[in-house]
């Protein structure tokens, strides 16, 4: 019997993993081999899927990208064993894109069944939750604190500290809330991880609970993850079947329904109350005054994620990883017209250069890179000269950009940073939950000045009037989208004033 | 919530029911109990007759005890909820940055040219709606879009006019 890996994410099926499947299945019933496939969640490397397993002597060896028609000829060629083919890559495990990562919160993604308790458990799951479950509340929090851990969704603001404010609140009733809204394009790594491993969240939150003194908590999935939602909800039956949810603390997912404002935590929350998703001023914060009025933690997938780590190893061992003031690793996804794109586990310390080059081995289209947009939408454009950047909190912003939730998005040289500018703007229009003006207002008019600017009658006055409304939207908006769309757009026009001065279109 | 839309009428080729009161009434109350039931209970309508009927809105408010202007404003602030039928399947195109450092919009202009297919319209038979969606989270396999649920990367013109004319899913 030969155990064969084929990934079950998505993104794998997306390209074609579910017909590769099939394939593999057929093939091996013709032929009377005794093969068993285990359908695991994607190892990351997008670039590689459909990413196959075979499970040999030496180890699990992998050949990708797979294609349907490819699999006779791979059992022609003894793939079972690990024979010579023109997809083969050699162990799954020195293969120099997975090697070079430094996996905590991503260990077992891509390595085991994402439903299988059993295997979660053998891989080193459920020894944090268990660890946490013996210790004091607040010396959980601490150890946390410890680890230096930074919200991992975008906003970077330490867990620990999050935690002690919603353990010190009191209440009869708190809540833990997932937030997995993941909404940023160019962001994945939620998305990878519900459908890979979706233990690692549930405990994660259990610990959180505990932590806090929590007895229930929410995940909140955008409803562009369907295949994440179904994960979630069939990993969060079977962990209470098995009696790990239910008692001290239990949960439910519940299903976003495509607003990428939702994403913002006060906006989540009013949502998962049934509501219109629209943003609550601060303070008081959703730690003192959150879902239906209680202390309510609300974290980003990632940030939970990386919980059971810590518990397991200590906050000390977390904060070994990283620099200065960003502790632990960055899970990096690179995206857009990239050749090695997908999600890069590595301790912060990377540059942009190293992360788009040598990892990601520069453009897909094979030609020059002009722009990245790092950390979503509401992310600024860096040119080529802004590429040394390190990608760590302080770094980026130092820089006039943000780290976000850890999306690279690359362009090459067919980009039009004026266009570009202005679906920020029209994406912000899009979006807006309309609770201020500068946003609601301010999002409409940043469309019309672009055009007025691309259209060239009097290029200098609409500029500084783009200025101007900017900074009234930096400065007067509720939120970080309102917020925040100015950077995408400033930054597009400091760096490429040449697209917004072209000849009139 | 799962919907057993059990022996409501269904439409063919979409997996859906006609509207139908006693069904909506049968959702509304399985659902209410739950704290936030009002998304829920929402989502469980559209899933049965593929849209959020006008006659739902009332049937809402009295089982979740809230007026009908604000079961109407969550429906409406929601992309979503729809609130006519559209055709008995669905593709999203992804418009976001990373589907367009990858051409996205190409795919979208040509559709538009060619077929004369725009974002949020209906083929004139009424099998396939077209949407936009901005990210799919499939942004290292761009161009991406999702038909029905079944996510698509690595989109391309021969594969879109495929899935449009109804020879491939």
């Not at chain 1, 890996?5 to 390209?15: G, M, R, T, Y």
Request: hydrophobic share 45%; with cysteine.
């Amino acid at each position: 019997m030969t155990r064969v890996f084929v990934p079950i994410d998505s993104a794998a099926l997306s390209v074609g993993a579910g017909e590769v499947a099939a394939a593999i299945a057929g093939e091996a019933e013709r032929r009377g081999l005794d093969v068993i496939q285990v359908r695991t969640g994607s190892r990351g490397a997008m670039w590689l899927e459909p990413l196959v397993e075979a499970e040999t002597g030496a180890g699990r060896v992998a050949f990708g990208p797979v294609r349907a028609a490819d699999v006779a000829g791979l059992f022609d060629a003894g793939f079972l064993d690990g024979g010579a083919h023109r997809l083969a890559l050699g162990l799954t495990e020195e293969i120099p894109w997975l090697k070079r990562q430094q996996r905590l919160t991503f260990a077992r993604c891509g390595v085991t069944d994402p439903l299988s308790l059993d295997d979660y458990r053998t891989h080193g799951g459920l020894v944090g939750l268990k660890r946490a479950r013996t210790m004091a509340p607040g010396d959980i929090v601490e150890e946390v604190v410890a680890s230096g851990l930074r919200g991992r969704g975008g906003a970077g603001f330490p867990t620990g500290v999050k935690w002690r404010t919603v353990l010190e609140a009191a209440a009869e009733c708190k809540y833990i809330v997932c937030n997995a809204d993941e909404g940023d394009s160019g962001t994945f790594a939620d998305r990878l991880l519900m459908e890979g491993d979706p233990f690692l969240l549930i405990e994660g939150m259990a610990i959180a609970g505990a932590a806090v003194g929590a007895t229930t908590g929410y995940v909140y999935i955008r409803s562009e993850y369907p295949a994440a939602f179904a994960t979630v909800k069939a990993a969060i039956a079977i962990a209470r079947s098995a009696g790990l949810l239910g008692g001290a603390f239990d949960m439910e997912a519940r299903l976003g329904a495509g607003a990428y404002i939702c994403g913002e935590e006060t906006s989540l929350l009013e949502s998962l109350e049934g509501r219109r998703g629209q943003v609550r001023p601060r303070p008081p914060l959703p730690a003192h005054h959150g879902l239906f009025g209680a202390p309510t933690a609300v974290n980003n997938v990632m940030t939970l994620a990386a919980i059971p780590w810590i518990l397991t190893h200590g906050g000390a061992a977390y904060a070994g990883f990283g620099l200065g003031r960003s502790r632990g690793t960055l899970t990096l996804q690179l995206a857009g017209n990239i050749a090695r794109g997908g999600l890069f586990e590595t301790a912060f310390g990377l540059t942009l250069r190293e992360a788009i080059f040598e990892i990601g081995g520069g453009t897909a289209s094979g030609r020059p890179l002009r722009a990245v947009q790092v950390g979503g939408p509401l992310g600024a454009y860096f040119p080529e000269s802004l590429l040394d950047t390190r990608l760590d909190y302080e770094a980026m912003l130092a820089a006039g950009g943000m780290l976000g939730h850890g999306g690279v998005v690359v362009f090459d040289d067919t980009v039009d940073l004026a266009r570009q500018a202005r679906f920020a703007m029209e994406f912000c229009a899009l979006e807006s939950c309309g609770k201020c003006t500068p946003c609601r207002i301010g999002a409409v008019r940043g469309v019309e000045t672009i055009d007025r600017i691309v259209a060239g009658a009097d290029r200098a006055r609409d500029i500084a009037m783009l200025k101007d409304l900017c900074m009234l939207m930096t400065d007067g908006s509720l939120c970080a989208l309102g917020g925040l769309t100015p950077y995408p757009v400033l930054s597009a026009l400091t760096h490429f004033p040449e697209d917004f001065d072209r000849p009139a279109r | 919530m799962s919907v057993d839309i059990g022996s409501g009428a269904r439409i063919p080729g979409s997996g859906r029911v006609a509207w139908d009161e006693a069904l909506a009434g049968e959702i509304v109350a399985r659902g209410a109990a739950r704290p936030g039931a009002l998304l829920p209970i929402l989502h469980a309508l559209q899933e049965a007759f593929g849209y959020i009927d006008r006659q739902a809105l009332p049937i809402v408010a009295e089982g979740l005890n809230i007026s009908k202007a604000e079961v109407f404003g969550v429906a409406s602030f929601y992309h979503d909820f729809k609130v006519a039928p559209g055709g008995a399947h669905v593709l999203k195109i992804c418009r976001a940055e990373a589907c367009q450092s990858m051409g996205a919009e190409d795919l979208v202009r040509r559709l538009e040219a060619r077929r004369g297919l725009r974002i949020g319209e209906t083929t004139a038979d009424g099998r396939l709606t077209l949407e936009a969606v901005y990210c799919l989270g499939n942004c290292a396999l761009s161009p991406a879009a999702m038909l029905d649920g079944a996510l698509i990367g690595r989109l391309d013109a021969a594969r879109l006019d495929a899935i449009v004319e109804g020879r491939a899913g």
